[in-house]
């Protein structure tokens, strides 16, 4: 018995450290940074005067500045446009793999392997790719392989484009929501922003494998036995996929959903080795508005109170599938 | 292969063509990569760029690892090395903590030991700029701000989620009979783990290994918030001051690229078995 309670000791003890530097460096930062959020800490030296929300109304409003808000536009552009390739993307690729094809392995390596790499290192390769070129130069990167291949119609700007695609209050659209009420929807922050698309085109590159394995890991768990008795009842092989495969691999849908999307909230160091800011905010993010204001600003209770909407905004996505997870595993 | 090969159909060209075109466009990039740094500089242009080169030069590499006094400015061969005694230390200790978290969390639980986790496991998912200004404040108290060792602190401490949830999972697996045999046996836990899981823990290490190297190796936010002096900067945040500057060609910024790439590409070529189930750990499926 002494040996038990001797061994219990022990075992707490040697988790101890982590649940105190869990507890310290993950709670105990966080309140700290919910409650700086809160302060007039806009200098090096801390000033802890309560200021209410002054934050995070500066934040929604568009003075001083609207960054913010097209930090939020640009982050629901990439989210949705970075989720849909990957997904799409990772899904057909692993039905491609799943047809007992020659040299998978050599396939799905080279389709994982910019899993490996830095987001800075992507960065920085994309950012010469995408770079349209310019008058002196002619087109370069990815507009010149366009041109050489006979698609140079199809040659833009990419991330120097500061277009944003939205309903103008004086069109047609425009007046008519006006009319019913709903003029706010025809506003330059609730549209999307084309540059962004040079940072999803390099973000799903990276990304992509990682759906496609586990769309294959998947794939591979679904028995012979089902995909032989569709083929007996006369089912297709796009009917198959359509009612009998794709049904079967919403769990990991729903995984990709959530991993990459939290990985999409934060995405950072993408956007500071392809484009920073981009023309007019184009391809600003909340992280990054986060780290320039606070590191090279100072204005320390402003970087705090977008860390917090951030973090606010991951937990609503991960806590849930945290707490499902944890469940459903207890009751295996 | 037990069922009987199909005749030659069409639909399989269709298949492998889709995956050769899918194939030379994830490619694409390393193609430039590596091409452009192969290049002499009379030849780099931006019209020529997806041109090979005409011949093998390793100039690029050289004045990107060496960098250009000339120039005005820093190779990379010393954030190289920082990167390498970052890594390689938080890697060490990362998972040796994981591994005695997930021993405890999987064999040792306790009351509170499945509020607890689900607890730690939110620490990998939170946006690092919620913690990162009392981050800075704290280990500028400690002494640690800026140096090497403060960084691989950092690394080890919000490690351990990841660590202690892949290992939990490998330990999990192991019946709990081997554990109570030997507890009967008269040994203790510390014995436990010495004689009996370390010795199988080769796999669950190299998995959470070469986790941590990667994302370690990889990591640019930690780097450029706790290291400011360019002289003890990782790589990548020296990749991207040199991508940042508009002194240095674009050729050696590519060839810089290729080489802040290099480590982890040489893990994932020769152990992307084991990446892979680090990846899909990552997704709580251990």
């Known amino acids: 018995m002494r040996r038990i309670t001797w061994d219990r000791v022990i075992s707490i003890l040697l988790i101890a450290p982590s649940i105190i530097a869990i507890a310290v460096f993950v709670y105990g930062f966080i309140a700290f940074t919910g409650f700086s959020s809160f302060t007039k800490w806009d200098s090096l030296s801390p000033d802890f005067t309560l200021v209410g929300l002054r934050n995070y109304q500066r934040l929604f409003s568009t003075s001083p500045t609207d960054r913010f808000l097209c930090d939020l536009r640009n982050t629901v552009t990439f989210t949705v446009l970075f989720l849909a390739g990957c997904i799409v993307i990772g899904f057909l690729l692993a039905v491609l793999l799943d047809q007992r094809v020659k040299g998978e392995g050599i396939f799905r390596s080279i389709f994982l392997f910019p899993m490996a790499i830095s987001f800075i290192v992507t960065g920085v390769a994309w950012r010469w790719l995408l770079n349209p070129g310019t008058v002196q130069t002619g087109s370069s990167g990815v507009n010149l392989l366009l041109q050489k291949v006979g698609l140079g119609f199809l040659r833009w700007g990419w991330f120097t484009d500061p277009t944003i695609v939205h309903i103008r209050p004086e069109s047609g659209l425009g007046m008519f929501l006006k009319q019913i ?142 707490i499902y997870t944890i469940r459903t595993e207890a009751e295996l | 292969m037990t069922t009987h090969r199909s005749p030659f159909r069409w639909n399989r060209v269709v298949i492998y063509a889709l995956l050769v075109i899918a194939a030379a466009s994830y490619l694409l990039p390393v193609y430039v990569l590596f091409i452009t740094g192969l290049k002499s500089f009379q030849e780099v242009s931006l019209a020529r760029m997806w041109d090979l080169p005409t011949g093998l030069h390793f100039d690029s590499y050289i004045k990107a690892w060496l ?117 009967i046996d008269g040994a203790g836990i510390l014995g436990i783990y010495r004689h009996i899981l370390f010795p199988i823990s080769m796999p669950g290490f190299v998995v959470v290994m070469i986790w941590q190297f990667t994302s370690i190796w990889n990591d640019f936010l930690f780097g450029v918030i706790v290291t400011s002096r360019p002289a003890v900067q990782p790589i990548t945040v020296a990749l991207q001051n040199m991508a940042g500057s508009y002194i240095v060609e674009w050729n050696v910024q590519m060839a810089g690229a290729l080489l802040a790439a290099l480590p982890t590409l040489l893990v994932y070529v020769l152990l992307g078995r084991y990446f892979m189930r680090g990846l899909l750990a990552g997704s709580l499926k251990g």
């Not at chain 1, 905010?281 to 508005?289: E, G, I, K």
């Open chain 1, 181 to 322: 009420g709903l003029g706010g929807l025809a506003s330059p922050y609730i549209g999307i922003s084309l540059a962004m698309i040079s940072v999803v085109i390099a973000a799903t590159w990276q990304m992509s494998g990682y759906t496609m394995a586990m769309y294959l890991a998947g794939l591979r768990g679904i028995p012979e036995e089902l995909r032989e008795a569709s083929r007996v009842d006369g089912a297709s092989e796009f009917q198959m996929y359509r009612h009998i495969i794709l049904p079967l691999l919403q769990p990991i849908t729903l995984s990709a959903v959530i991993v990459l999307g939290h990985i999409s909230l934060k995405i950072f160091d993408l956007v500071v080795s392809m484009t920073g800011s981009g023309p007019a905010f184009a391809t600003d993010v909340p992280a990054f508005f986060m780290w320039d204001t606070t590191f090279r600003g100072n204005n320390f209770a402003q970087g705090a109170a977008i860390a917090t909407i951030l973090l606010v905004v991951v937990a609503v996505l991960v806590v849930p599938y945290l």
């Open chain 2, 67 to 183: 960098g250009s006094q000339k120039e005005g400015f820093r190779g990379l061969s010393g954030n190289f090395m920082n990167s390498v005694y970052l890594a390689v230390p938080a890697t060490i200790f990362s998972a040796l903590l994981g591994s005695m978290n997930g021993y405890v969390l999987s064999k040792w639980k306790f009351k509170g030991s499945n509020v607890l986790f689900p607890l730690m496991l939110f620490g990998m998912f939170i946006p690092y700029q919620s913690i990162l200004i009392p981050l800075v404040q704290v280990l500028q108290k400690l002494g640690l701000y800026g140096s090497i060792p403060g960084l691989i602190f950092v690394h080890v401490v919000y490690g351990i989620p990841i660590t202690t949830l892949i290992f939990r999972n490998y330990y999990a697996e192991i019946p709990n009979e081997l554990i109570e045999a030997s507890k």
